[in-house]
């Protein structure tokens, strides 16, 4: 303590405004260390603290904190914050942040939140339920005792999978609470509030993990503790699994029968694991438990009832690795019903994300890595306003790789103006199925551009509200509406119709995104009815914008491009879709949205409906111009008037449509377009419209520039470059 009290009176003597903070930190440090390099800190705790001494002491030097090579433990949530950030009137007008967090040059520093296990032994074969497979092999521990509870585990060389048993179909319907289930796929364990069911609540769109509260093995009846999103039950025939099934059992003894797998017991307080990668002696090594769902939390002052937060200004991290974050788990409908946002995607204003900023300007997050974590990358709650994410890569995560979530319908439109910019997403969603690799939910002006978004269990880019201010209260995302900010008329007439919706609109904050240049491959492996890019119940001024969707070839994504529920004015312009199995439509649109000079180009299949459909509302003056069709071989509809089941008025009408120059081929049939061509003549619309080759130069190498002679050119309609979409190679 003494060198540590040295340290900051030598700093304060000898620095003044003009002179950097430098403070070194490593893992091989110890506690006389004062954060020089020579002598450095042991963990980022000491770092920031000699910071904080020194603005009390009025040195408001920029402060530059090195983490040097290895694994920086986490105990506990670090927090930042307003002190740590840049309190000055003009902060946003600097030139270099205030507080940057870096790795030392040339090093690779891991902030993580694993805790190693330790003392492990090889478990007896008279383990009860210890499957014949595993016998000799399962290793147990304690539990360290700074934990109470994990959801994940890792070793050296990720994150390894908690124990899952055989999957069935739930038998008949149940409720938000109650399954029903086969002879012997649930059982009343002795430790029953460790076990988990993962189902997808009869819908296509998402997965819940419930604690299991009581099972009546007799009668295949069992209650969770936490609600579903929705009642569990069967999904409908037309839903992708994998499988065949839609729930399974997880972190029971029995089902521990691979290596990699383990299993905790909350009771006894053991971890009984069949190691994947072993010491000499063959017990696990490398082992790390979780201590926390969130690793670095960047807090500001948060006005939640009132209007004026206020934010934590001007905070780097640069050069860092962060993993071993856990899953957050659901515990109880307290916590819980009512504070989803879209269907449960993830719960509002929640630390589910290895860095959370909440209530932030300014702040930016550089070649950094998220990989092997059990949660989401980043989240920007509430207040967000100008920070930038840029060059990091997001990789083997259980949930989302960036989330921007503002305050709920309301007034209170805080969170705008940030970019995602050049990041690499991929191999995200893999517990919680559901979850995107780039979300704005709420959250308006945004730009999320050159980003590559790749094997994904969903979607790849969402910008969505869809909780309507008349939502109760345990409903979804019920209590995240403001309703003493939303007059009492608005909240009794929510009618998803355009004119009601431009009344509603501006409490929907997540207007005026420009999602662009962005390249997104293998969507939705593991659930359905999802999207590559999915606008829905947002604002007005979305636009999707030079984009190349190519090679998603699971049988479950109805649409690569899709405006659903409630959303309308959004441009869709410049799109490369090409490879793609789409089921229902190339390009979706359930509203009054606009589809300019897109390549719906070699899908997989004739979709179902349309490659342009247009979905169960009319759509009186949206905008289909100089678009580009080239079918299945098979043909099938160029466009879709597709009403919902039962539904007879107020249909979409392609004739109240402004539909023109667009090109359309099939390879086998000249003939595909003339029906269509004769209908919308008719009517004065698709007049200038062709029916040819477009002559791309080279589709399969990704060229959708045209050759001489190209009737697309005749049409105007701009060539598109997929070189230009995706990373850029700095």
Not at 61 to 75: C, F, K, P, V, W
Not at 329 to 339: C, H, K, P, T
Not at 551 to 580: K, W
Not at 581 to 608: E, H, L, Q
Request: glycine share 8%.
């Amino acid at each position: 303590m003494i060198f540590f009290l040295l340290f900051i009176v030598f700093i304060s003597c000898n620095s003044d405004s003009s002179n950097k903070i430098e403070l070194y930190v490593s893992v091989n440090g110890n506690e006389s260390g004062v954060g020089s390099i020579e002598n450095p800190f042991k963990t980022i705790v000491e770092a920031v603290e000699v910071v904080r001494e020194l603005r009390k002491k009025g040195n408001k030097s920029q402060a530059t904190i090195y983490l040097r090579e290895g694994r920086h433990q986490i105990r506990e949530t670090l927090v930042l914050g307003i002190e740590d950030g840049n309190l000055e009137e003009e902060a946003m007008k600097l030139s270099s942040p205030y507080l940057t967090f870096s790795a030392y040059p040339g090093e690779k520093p891991v902030i993580s939140g694993g805790l190693p296990v330790e003392g492990w032994t090889i478990v007896s074969d008279d383990l009860f339920n210890l499957s014949e497979s595993a016998k000799g092999k399962v290793w147990v521990a304690d539990i360290p005792k700074e934990i109470d509870k994990f959801y994940t585990l890792y070793d050296t060389h990720g994150r390894l999978n908690r124990a899952r048993s055989e999957g069935f179909i739930p038998t008949k319907m149940g409720d938000k609470k109650t399954v029903y289930f086969p002879k012997g796929k649930i059982k009343n364990w002795k430790n029953i509030e460790d076990v988990e069911l993962n189902i997808r609540p009869s819908r296509a769109w998402m997965i819940n993990m419930l604690p299991l509260a009581f099972v009546d093995e007799e009668n295949g009846i069992a209650k969770t503790k936490v609600s579903a999103t929705y009642a569990m039950g069967k999904l409908a025939h037309w839903v992708h699994k994998k499988d065949g099934n839609s729930a399974w059992i997880e972190n029971t003894i029995e089902a521990l029968d691979e290596p990699g797998e383990w299993v905790i017991n909350s009771k006894t307080r053991k971890i009984y694991l069949w190691p994947s990668n072993v010491s000499a002696d063959g017990s696990p090594e490398g082992i790390l438990a979780p201590t926390t769902s969130e690793l670095i939390r960047i807090e500001g002052g948060i006005d939640y009832k009132g209007s004026k937060d206020k934010p934590v200004k001007g905070i780097l991290f640069s050069g860092i690795t962060f993993s071993h974050a856990d899953r957050r788990g659901w515990v109880s409908d307290e916590d819980q019903l009512g504070w989803g946002m879209q269907h449960d995607w993830d719960m509002f204003d929640r630390p589910t994300a290895a860095l959370r900023f909440r209530g932030s300007e300014g702040c930016q997050v550089t070649h950094c890595k998220f990989i092997n974590s059990g949660g989401s990358g980043i989240r920007f709650d509430l207040h967000a306003q100008q920070n930038k994410v840029t060059d990091c890569e997001f990789a083997y995560l259980g949930e989302a790789g960036i989330l921007l979530a503002g305050y709920g319908p309301g007034t209170k439109d805080v969170n705008h103006h940030n970019e995602i910019v050049n990041n690499h997403i991929h191999h995200f969603s893999e517990i919680t199925w559901h979850s995107p690799g780039i979300w704005a939910w709420q959250s308006g002006h945004n730009r999320i551009a050159h980003n590559y978004v790749h094997h994904s269990g969903y979607a790849g880019i969402l910008v969505t509200n869809r909780v309507e201010p008349d939502r109760e209260l345990n409903n979804e995302g019920g209590r995240t509406v403001r309703h003493d900010e939303i007059p009492a008329e608005v909240i009794k007439s929510t009618e998803e119709t355009y004119e009601n919706w431009k009344v509603r609109e501006k409490y929907n904050h997540a207007r005026h995104n420009i999602i662009e240049y962005n390249e997104i491959t293998h969507a939705v492996q593991l659930l359905s009815d999802g999207n590559c890019i999915y606008i829905s119940g947002a604002g007005t001024g979305n636009i999707v914008r030079y984009n190349y969707l190519h090679d998603n070839l699971e049988h479950s994504m109805p649409a690569p491009i899709r405006c659903d529920d409630d959303q309308h004015e959004t441009l869709i312009f410049g799109n490369v879709l090409y490879n793609n199995y789409a089921f229902s439509a190339g390009i979706a649109s359930k509203g009054v949205n606009d589809i300019v000079n897109n390549f719906i180009v070699a899908p997989r299949i004739a979709p179902k409906f349309g490659y342009i459909s247009f979905e169960w509302v009319p759509v009186s003056g949206a905008k289909v111009h100089r678009n580009i069709i080239v079918s299945h071989p098979t043909g099938g509809n160029a466009y879709a008037e597709r009403p919902k089941r039962g539904q007879t008025t107020n249909l979409p009408n392609l004739l109240e449509t402004d539909m023109d120059e667009n090109l359309y081929f099939n390879s086998q049939n000249t003939n595909w377009m003339n029906k269509h061509f004769a209908r919308m003549r008719t009517n004065n619309k698709e007049k200038k419209s062709l029916f040819g080759d477009p002559m791309f130069i080279d589709v399969e190498n990704g060229n959708f520039r045209f050759k001489k002679g190209s009737p697309a050119i005749e049409l105007g309609i701009e060539p598109l470059d997929v070189s230009r979409m995706g990373i850029i190679k700095n």
